[in-house]
Structures are given as C-alpha cells and as structure tokens.
C-alpha cells in the first residue's frame, strides 16, 4: 500500500486513515496502529517525542523517550526482534509542516523510517496531508529516500456514483428513496463531489427531516420507502448554511498557497475574457496562465517560468480544484467554481489587486 497519501481539504483523508487504525489495531495478536495528527510540529526533535507519547497512549508498549527518528525507530526494531511487536502500522495525519521542514534537507532525516519498513516487512508508516505531501509526492522520482517508498496515493472528489451510494444506502435505512423529481443527481453535483460536503448535505436532510416531515411528507401516501420530494431537497440546497459550507470548503484548499488563489483568478478571468465558452472546456495553457498573471504582475508568481507555472497547476489538479486532459490546457474542475472564485471581472480584477498590494505588506 501507499506510503503517501494527499489530496485536497474535506476529501477523507483523516477518515481513511482512522479507518485503517480500527481494522488494523489487535494488541491481543501484538498487531498495532498508532495515528497521530502532527499537524503543529515541524522539526523532528517536536515529532519524535510526540510519536513516543503517542505508541505508549494507544498501545501496552513501552518505547524510551526519544528525539531523533532514528533512535525512535531503533527502540521498534528492538521490539520487533524480541517479537513483542508482530506488526505495526504508523498513521501520521497533517504531515505538512514536519514534510516541508525535512525537504529542506532533501527527506533525509525520513530515511530511519524507510530503513526500518525495509529490514522488517510488517512495520509500515503513512504521511498523509495537503500540498507540501504533493511536493513531497513529485520528488519522489528524483530523491532516493521517497523512491523507496512506492506510489503514492492520491484522495480526489467522489465520482457521481460515489457520491449518490454514500447519500443513499443511510437514507434507504431511514425508508427514504428518491422521487421521480427529486433530481437528486443535480443536486449531489453542487456539492462538488466532496464527501465532507455530501455528507453535511446529509446530515441538513435527516435533521431537516426530523423538524420538517409533516410539511412535505404524510402517513396516509403509504408505507416505505417514501419518495424523496425535489421541493425538500431543493430547500435544503437552497439553505445559506449550505450554500456558505460549499464555498468555504472549495476555498481552504485553494487559501493552502496564495499562489494557487491567484493561479485560479487567473484562469477565472481567462474564461471572462474568452468569447467562446469552448475555451474554457479546453482549458488554458500554462504560457496563457502566465501571461495574465505577468499583465497584473502578480508578486507572489514573479520569477516563476513556465515549467515552474506547470508544476503549480499540476498540484492545483491533485488537489481536486483543476483538470488537465492530456494534450489541453487547465480548466477548472468544475464550471460552478468560477463563481465561487469570481462571478464577475469586476469583482475579479479587485481581488487580485487587492491580493496583490496585500502580499506587497512585510
């Protein structure tokens, strides 16, 4: 399995992977999952100790203070061999911060955890996060440390038949199914495929259910499973709490580098300023996207060539905020987007002059 795993926020990264602690945790067969979220801690002499808390919280094992990867991993290659460690899995959740401090330093302070998953087979670790596990995720075929690490994993939005199977099996328990005008289809698209958001949407129809059953439903229409009616759930869409939780999702993953905010009001105003709407289904090219950044000499992009435009966009669409056909030029994942981004070039053309004095500020 993958060592790496990343993606955009409010994809289920922290659910897959306290998922794998409960399925993989049995201290009874001395098989153990530790997760730990290293989301504030950067330098390895803040990890490792932390780590060491963590193994002797969550399990009976007792590991010696430590402040180094290597003597952390020493003590579980110890344990191992005196078989009181069968197998061991090693979760670490929001890794971004402690991956950005080790790139400095081209991931060489994570070979001890490389060099242990290599003697002992059954030892297993996982970094999971945003962009800075992207980046790490692009080094891997030209640093040693990552390209023993195998392929990484990449989190992305749900497909459309994702996402209904997660909103329908709950509800088919509940005695609900879609109606014939539910349009219920339609609906699951505006929440952009992401499960946090499918399943906020859920959690708004049960409760909307609880409060509101007898407005649209009643007893004498028969037995279960009742019809899902489209005027309910159009009001539940319809819901500013909603509406707000869509556009404040979409845009932490795109707040995570301010360049791939200004990346994207780029490309949000390339599709204002195109007259054709086919050109804005191809996608732009990195060379247009740089153009239009350089006309507003955005500061936080200057210097940045086209190869370094193209390894930006190329994380923009990992992440799950743009797609890149092969042979075409970026595009916005979602036409719906453009109107969280910028719904107009007005207010388009302020932002990014704003942003832009903005990041002139010490």
């Known amino acids: 399995g993958a060592c790496l795993v990343y993606g955009g926020r409010q994809l289920g990264k922290t659910a897959l992977l306290q998922r794998a602690q409960s399925r993989f945790h049995a201290p009874s067969s001395r098989c153990y999952a530790v997760y ?3 989301k504030d801690k950067s330098r390895e002499s803040e990890v490792v100790p932390f780590l060491c808390q963590e193994v002797n919280k969550q399990t009976d094992l007792r590991l010696p203070q430590a402040s180094s990867l290597a003597s952390f991993c020493g003590s579980l290659e110890s344990l191992f061999r005196k078989q ?3 197998s061991m899995l090693l979760l670490l959740d929001e890794a971004d911060n402690f991956l950005r401090e080790a790139g ?4 060489q302070p994570l ?3 490389a060099d242990l998953k290599r003697k002992v087979p059954s030892f297993k670790f996982v970094l999971a996060g945003l962009n800075n596990v992207c980046r790490a995720r692009n080094a891997t075929s030209n640093n040693g440390v990552f390209g023993q690490l195998g392929q990484p994993l990449c989190i992305k939005p749900l497909s459309p038949a994702e996402a209904m ?3 329908l099996r709950p509800l088919r328990y509940l005695g609900f199914t879609p109606g014939p005008d539910s349009h219920l289809d339609t609906i699951l698209s505006s929440t952009n495929y992401y499960p946090g958001i499918v399943q906020f949407f859920g959690y708004k129809l ?5 409060e509101d059953y007898s407005r649209y439903y009643r007893a004498s229409e028969g037995n279960p499973p009742f019809p899902l009616k489209g005027e309910h759930l159009g009001a539940i869409m319809n819901n500013s709490d909603m509406n707000e939780s869509i556009r404040q999702k979409f845009r932490l993953s795109l707040e995570l580098d301010e360049r791939y905010f200004m990346l994207a009001r780029c490309i949000c105003m390339l599709y204002h300023l195109q007259e054709s709407m086919d050109q804005g289904f191809l996608g732009y090219g990195a060379d247009q996207i740089r153009s239009m950044a350089e006309d507003y000499g955005i500061r936080c992009l ?4 086209t190869a370094e435009y193209e390894v930006l966009l190329d994380e ?17 994942r979602k036409r719906s987007f453009l109107d969280i981004i910028g719904q107009d070039m007005d207010r388009l053309d302020t932002e990014i002059v704003e942003e832009n004095a903005r990041s002139e500020q010490p």
């Open 165 to 167: 199977r997660l909103i």
């Open 302 to 305: 200057a210097g940045l060539g």
């Open 104 to 107: 400095l330093a081209d991931y």
């Open 84 to 86: 009181k460690i069968q």
């Open 316 to 332: 923009m669409t990992e992440m799950g905020i743009l797609h890149h056909a092969p042979g075409r030029g970026y595009r916005l």
């Open 111 to 113: 070979q001890p955890l």
């Open 206 to 210: 049960v409760q909307s259910l609880n």
């Open 36 to 38: 730990c979220s290293i």
